[in-house]
């Protein structure tokens, strides 16, 4: 999965569906074989691949989905930092962005407050760009940056020869 929210849920469908007589068992397979695409290059020889050189400094934005949901909160900048790539120190890491699925569109006032801690958070040792493993994330900071927000795997296909 590409987008940790989807693969939070994907990897759910087990135990939401384990009383319906029909999906239970097709639930649970899916659920177990559903992998972020962080746990899949985790498991590669990264250090092989031929690499461009990249000079920007980043800051991860690591989603609830991924970092609660998934249990996976270094995975994006160790694979990052493996690729030579430098990730910046933010604050607050722990907080969410606000864009939560629909959260965003519900309690509006609250969404822009959380993202715009969010990135006071994540610029605090001014990134050249934040990088994300959520769309939904990625568009609900995009839309306030003052530096570009993109999914982090945009990053790796960029300098990965």
Excluded: F
């Excluded at 020889?45 to 989905?65: F, K, T």
């Excluded at 822009?112 to 900071?141: F, W, Y």
């Amino acid at each position: 999965m590409s987008a940790s929210g989807c693969g939070s849920l994907v990897k759910d469908y087990g135990k939401l569906l384990r009383d319906d007589p029909r999906y239970a068992d097709k639930a649970k397979a899916v659920s177990t074989l559903a992998k972020d695409l962080s746990e899949v290059l985790l498991s590669e020889d990264l250090e092989s691949l031929p690499i461009d050189a990249y000079n920007s400094r980043v800051a991860v934005h690591c989603p609830c989905s991924l970092q609660h949901g998934q249990n996976l909160p270094n995975a994006i900048p160790k694979i990052l930092n493996s690729l030579g790539v430098e990730t910046v120190e933010s604050e607050n890491d722990h907080l969410c962005c606000g864009s939560a699925g629909t959260y965003s569109l519900l309690q509006p006032q609250m969404s822009r407050r959380l993202r715009d801690s969010k990135l006071s958070s994540l610029n605090i040792n001014k990134p050249d760009e934040i990088l994300t493993a959520n769309v939904g994330c990625q568009m609900h900071l995009g839309s306030a940056a003052e530096v570009p927000v993109k999914h982090w795997i945009e990053l790796v296909d960029q300098i990965a020869k």
